[in-house]
């Protein structure tokens, strides 16, 4: 199990948001991607535990080891090169990253080029650079280094999720069934999931085992970017860079308290 965040006391009360009236435990899964969008954190936020899907075949070209950030001539995907001779069908929780390309060293410039001059650089690149400065060795495992940098940025939001991964559960099945053995392993009352998997998901059998499902209501929001009209649904690295902890807070839904006690109303901002 992904050990439970303690996050600084220091910022004040969290208020996690009630999903349709949900009571009991709310869990959420996904697959752990590199450095994910703002409905990523959205579904972390507004669940009791999140299960990072890691023993399912790892899905080549997907958004496991690559994502988009803002440069002055648009969106850009940043990839990082992964091992894929003799392992076709490798599970994502079994996929290595290619420490011998040199990505981890590029990224870091790509976004010190690009966020350099955005308000909340100095505090993010310090929180990022670690992970990627430890990528030293010729090969590691990639699902690793994107729960460690999800984990980071959770613990800097101040969000008290529970985190699992799905290897460490005695778990099986396909699409609905896995999700939902999932959920009875960890005792789920409530399932939320995505509006991707609207198209997928059978949720008469949740509802069947006393599970209520429930779809994330996140709609991306406009901030404040560099470089001119805004672009969304770019990785969660461009809100943090822009918005800082109090607005990628706020475009959560998560009430937040100012330093000198006041409460920073979501609905005023």
């Given at each position: 199990?992904v050990?439970?965040l303690?996050?600084?006391?220091?910022?004040?009360?969290?208020?996690?948001?009630?999903?349709?009236?949900?009571?009991?435990?709310?869990?959420a899964?996904h697959?752990?991607?590199?450095?994910?969008?703002?409905?990523?954190?959205?579904?972390?936020a507004?669940?009791?535990?999140?299960?990072?899907?890691d023993?399912?075949?790892?899905?080549?070209?997907?958004?496991?080891?690559?994502n988009?950030?803002?440069?002055?001539?648009?969106p850009?995907?940043?990839?990082?090169p992964?091992?894929?001779?003799?392992?076709?069908?490798?599970?994502?929780?079994e996929?290595?990253t290619?420490?011998t390309?040199?990505?981890?060293?590029r990224?870091?410039?790509?976004?010190?080029?690009?966020?350099g001059?955005?308000?909340?650089?100095?505090?993010?690149?310090?929180?990022?650079?670690?992970h990627?400065?430890a990528?030293?060795?010729?090969?590691?495992?990639l699902?690793?280094?994107?729960?460690g940098v999800?984990?980071s940025i959770?613990?800097?939001?101040d969000?008290?999720t529970q985190?699992?991964?799905?290897?460490?559960?005695?778990v099986?099945?396909?699409?609905?069934?896995?999700?939902?053995?999932?959920?009875?392993a960890?005792?789920?009352?409530?399932?939320?999931?995505?509006t991707?998997?609207k198209?997928?998901?059978?949720?008469?059998?949740?509802?069947?085992n006393?599970?209520?499902?429930?779809?994330?209501?996140?709609?991306?929001?406009?901030?404040?970017?560099?470089?001119?009209?805004?672009?969304?649904n770019l990785?969660?690295?461009d809100v943090l860079?822009?918005?800082?902890?109090?607005?990628?807070?706020?475009l959560?839904?998560?009430?937040s308290?100012?330093?000198?006690?006041?409460i920073?109303?979501?609905?005023?901002a």
């Open positions: 199990m050990n439970e303690a996050p600084d006391e220091s910022r004040g009360p969290i208020a996690i948001c009630d999903m349709n009236g949900a009571v009991g435990t709310t869990v899964i697959q752990p991607n590199y450095i994910p969008w703002l409905g990523y954190f959205f579904k972390i507004h669940a009791n535990k999140f299960v990072f899907l023993m399912v075949v790892y899905p080549g070209g997907s958004l496991v080891n690559r988009s950030i803002k440069t002055a001539h648009g850009a995907w940043l990839t990082i992964v091992l894929k001779s003799g392992r076709s069908g490798q599970l994502i929780g996929v290595e290619d420490n390309k040199g990505w981890a060293h990224h870091l410039a790509t976004l010190r080029s690009n966020y001059r955005a308000p909340h650089f100095k505090e993010i690149f310090a929180l990022l650079e670690p990627y400065r990528a030293t060795r010729d090969r590691s495992s699902a690793a280094f994107n729960i999800i984990c959770v613990t800097y939001l969000i008290r985190f699992i991964r799905a290897s460490e559960l005695n099986s099945g396909q699409k609905t069934d896995l999700l939902l053995d999932i959920c009875r960890i005792e789920a009352s409530t399932y939320l999931a995505g991707g998997a198209s997928y998901q059978e949720d008469v059998k949740f509802e069947e006393g599970i209520t499902p429930v779809y994330s209501p996140f709609s991306q929001q406009s901030y404040p970017q560099l470089f001119g009209d805004f672009l969304g990785s969660v690295v860079m822009n918005c800082g902890y109090l607005g990628t807070r706020r959560l839904g998560i009430e308290e100012l330093p000198d006690g006041a920073f109303d979501n609905a005023k």
